[in-house]
Every structure is written in structure tokens, then in C-alpha cells.
């Protein structure tokens, strides 16, 4: 498995929120159902395809309206919301929704015509998947930062023990189906771990779960890296992962090939990733626009917007790509895509 999207962010921000993991309850299968009505993909938000990760909690990060104005993006995937050790959410597990530094991010992003997703979960923390024991009261936690914000869209990150526990796959899908009912027209993205060839058996599980739900996702979107071994570049090894998502979604929803493109999409990492010699450049993420835009990917975002930069001399890696590289240049790749 993978380390992170979120991992090497482990500051110490997120210590205070490290707990026991969970234990792993025994797998559930789904009930089988017949194939849900294919769901319309999301109608298309100016912008919202291409919201690279930014992580306000830790180190130096960039104000996103400078991003803006460098890069011409204008969405951002906020991170993370985790649980406050009980089945409420907050930033880290620790800053409050409102009136904190998170929201006023917010809404300097939507002064300079921006706007916002937030995502929920991440590598490290206590996760409000575990935390919260049904499908109805995660949902309403989920619920809770939706109203803070006035949100258009939700990313749900889901790894490590999340990721991992059956039960908590179950309980993942039902609450969004019934933010799906509570929030009409909201955007949803469920964004997990992947091999080069496609989703691991947890994430075949987690897309069959949602198709037997009948949830409308609008995205199931894979994180290709950290692989721990891959042939060609990353940028074949990505369109490889994208394949087999791909796949996967056909498979479980009876979508045809075009809808099924419109309900994936991609996360990428710039520069070095967590696997050692493990490089994802500029180029690559040209193949993976490329791709996207053939496709009409639901998604094609990337962590994360801190690491956009080059190192200097003694700088944190999580800070910066590892690489040669012009500030922003990563970010101004996707900020192309438009869906």
C-alpha cells in the first residue's frame, strides 16, 4: 500500500490526532442489487475539474490567492478534515470549521473568484469513517463542514485504516448517498489508492459497495504513485492505472465507455513522490493532461500545491517537488483542464 497522500505531512500539527488505529472489522459484503440507472455525470463548474490539493495545517504554504493570480487556477482541494477523537470534524482534528484561519482562506479564494472543495480523510489522523458508528451520523458530519462552507463539492480521501476496514468501505458509500439526497447537486469525489493496473481488491470493493448502493458518485478518483515498482514513465504508468479505474467503474455501474471516462479521475504528486527513485515530471503530468482531456476525466488534481516549487538549500522536501522546476509549473499544467 502506498504511504500517503497526506503521510509525509505528519507534523506534528497531526500528532496530537494520532490514535490506535481501528480494528479491522471482518469484510461485509454487499447485498447483491441490480445495476443502478447510469447517474448523469456532475454539470460542469467552471474550474472545479482541475482543484489541486493544497495543505493549509503545515510548514509554509502558499497564499492560494497567489497561486491564483500566477497560475490562473481557481479551485483548490483544502485538506484535511479529520476527527476531533469523536464523530465530529475539524481541520487536523484540532481547528475549528468557522472562524479560524481555514475559513478565511476561503474566503479570500472566493473574493478573487475562486472557490473551494474540502477534503476529508487523508493518510494520518483519526478518521471520521472510524470515528462516527453509522452511515447516518458520518453523514452528518460530513453534513457539518458542507453547511460551514457552503460547499459545491467533497472530496473523500480514503486510506490507511479507512480504506482497509470493510465496514467503514460500507458505511463511506451510505453517507454519501445520503449527502447525495440532503445536498442536490452537489459534486462528490471518492479519491483512493492505486496499483499501475488499476484499484486493489479493497478498491474494486469499495466501487462495487457504491454501484450496489446505487450512489451517484461523481468521481472515483486514484492516487498513482508511491507504487513500489512500475514499467515506462509515470505518466504511462498513470494512464495504466487510469485503464484499469476505468474498468472497474464500467464493470460495477453497467456505465458505456464514454460515461465511464466522465466518472474517474486522477490525484497525482509532483516531483519525487514517498517511493524512493519514484519521479513524477512535468512531462507526465502533460500525458496525464493529455488523457484527461481525451477523456473528459471528472478529475485531474495533484499534491499538492506546498510542493510546487524547488528546493533550496536545507528545505523540507514536503515543501517543495525535488526537482528542477519553475514555481507553479506543475499547477499551471492542470490548471489547462477544464473538463
Known amino acids: 500500500m502506498r504511504m500517503s497522500v497526506g503521510a509525509r505531512l505528519a507534523a506534528p500539527l497531526l500528532a496530537a490526532v494520532l490514535g490506535p488505529a481501528a480494528l479491522l472489522a471482518a469484510p461485509v459484503q454487499a447485498e447483491a442489487a441490480p445495476a443502478p440507472a447510469v447517474p448523469a455525470a456532475a454539470a460542469a463548474v467552471s474550474g472545479m475539474a482541475a482543484a489541486p490539493y493544497e495543505y493549509l495545517g503545515w510548514g509554509n504554504p502558499q497564499k492560494p490567492t497567489d497561486v491564483m493570480k500566477a497560475t490562473g487556477v481557481k479551485w483548490f482541494t483544502l485538506a484535511f478534515i479529520l476527527s476531533d477523537g469523536g464523530c465530529n470534524p475539524k481541520w487536523d482534528g484540532t481547528r475549528p470549521l468557522a472562524g479560524g484561519s481555514d475559513a478565511a482562506a476561503i474566503a479570500s479564494i472566493r473574493a478573487a473568484g475562486g472557490d473551494v472543495m474540502v477534503s476529508v480523510g487523508g493518510w494520518s489522523g483519526n478518521k471520521l469513517g472510524e470515528k462516527c458508528s453509522s452511515a447516518s451520523a458520518l453523514a452528518g458530519a460530513y453534513q457539518k463542514v458542507i453547511d460551514a462552507y457552503k ?141 484527461a482531456q481525451q477523456h473528459h476525466l471528472a478529475r485531474f488534481a495533484f499534491w499538492a500545491v506546498n510542493r510546487d516549487r524547488a528546493c533550496g538549500s536545507g528545505t523540507d522536501a514536503d515543501a517543495c517537488s525535488g526537482v528542477a522546476q519553475s514555481p507553479y509549473e506543475f499547477t499551471r499544467i492542470v490548471a489547462q483542464y477544464q473538463g
Do not use: C
Open 151 to 291: 460547499l459545491k463539492a467533497l472530496d473523500i480521501d480514503i486510506e490507511n485504516t479507512e480504506f482497509a476496514n470493510a465496514t467503514v468501505r460500507q458505511r463511506v458509500v451510505d453517507a454519501l448517498k445520503i449527502v447525495k439526497s440532503r445536498n442536490p447537486g452537489i459534486v462528490t469525489y471518492v479519491t483512493l489508492g492505486t496499483t499501475p493496473t488499476g484499484p486493489d481488491a479493497n478498491g474494486k470493493d469499495l466501487i462495487k459497495r457504491g454501484a450496489a448502493a446505487g450512489l451517484a458518485n461523481d468521481g472515483w478518483v486514484v492516487m498513482p504513485f508511491d507504487f513500489g515498482g512500475h514499467s515506462g514513465t509515470m505518466g504511462q504508468a498513470t494512464v495504466g492505472a487510469l485503464n484499469g479505474l476505468k474498468a472497474a467503474v464500467k464493470s460495477a455501474y453497467g456505465y458505456s465507455d464514454d460515461a465511464a471516462y466522465r466518472h474517474i479521475g486522477v490525484s497525482s504528486m509532483n516531483g519525487r513522490t514517498d517511493e524512493a527513485g519514484e519521479t513524477v515530471t512535468t512531462a507526465d503530468f502533460r500525458t496525464i493532461l493529455g488523457y
